[in-house]
T-cell receptor, first 110, second 114 residues
């Protein structure tokens, strides 16, 4: 089963609105990664969070790792049409595998 | 910069046929992963190799096998294909450190089984 629960499954926003997707785990995570997959494309790495309470920013994107290292969020400020895609969190599970959350599909209406 | 190369990009097979997907990882990357992604689904881990040795195995059917060769390229072999095998198959590579690290994905091979 899924190691992380990701919500919401879908998010439709008007261009300029903010967007947030959340990942939650029942167990403490060593780290968490975020990927973006454009429609018809492949997953592209965005960031990795390692430290408890860590906050990282990439332009309009803000990533947070919870204090207990059991949850994480990705927030996009003032969405643009170029933000369209599915955002996945991913965590290390057994062995070397990276297990993906179910993803949040973002659509942006211009 | 060199990326992960996958071939073929598209293939169409009949039920019970065999398919082989190829992956050329980024040079000097030591770990290769195979993922399967159905429509609207998240990528599902199939198998990984570290330094040409199988390092982890996920929900990969017995009809599937994979290996990594001396030149580090990897192949995913799928036999007795079923309709449900229709999916996008991604290969990814990484340079393993203390953690799994960033995965670099290829553009994928889209398999359609008729």
């Amino acid at each position: 089963g899924q190691q992380v629960m990701q919500i919401p499954q879908y998010q439709h926003v008007q261009e300029g609105e903010d967007f947030t997707t959340y990942c939650n785990s029942s167990t403490t995570l060593s780290n968490i990664q975020w990927y973006k997959q454009r429609p018809g494309g492949h997953p592209v790495f965005l960031i990795q969070l390692v430290k408890s309470g860590e906050v990282k920013k990439q332009k309009r994107l803000t990533f947070q790792f919870g204090e207990a290292k059991k949850n994480s969020s990705l927030h996009i400020t003032a969405t643009q049409t170029t933000d369209v895609g599915t955002y996945f969190c991913a965590v290390e599970t057994s062995g070397s595998r990276l297990t993906f959350g179910e993803g949040t599909q973002l659509t942006v209406n211009p | 910069a060199a990326g992960v190369i996958q071939s073929p990009r598209h293939l169409i097979k009949e039920k019970r046929e065999t398919a082989t997907l190829k992956c050329y990882p980024i040079p000097r990357h030591d770990t290769v992963y195979w993922y399967q992604q159905g429509p609207g689904q998240d990528p599902q881990f199939l198998i990984s190799f570290y330094e040409k040795m199988q390092s982890d195995k996920g929900s990969i059917p017995d009809r599937f096998s994979a290996q990594q060769f001396s030149d580090y390229h990897s192949e995913l072999n799928m036999s007795s294909l079923e309709l449900g095998d229709s999916a996008l198959y991604f290969c990814a590579s990484s340079l393993r450190g203390e953690s799994t690290g960033e995965l670099f994905f290829g553009e994928g091979s889209r398999l359609t089984v008729l």
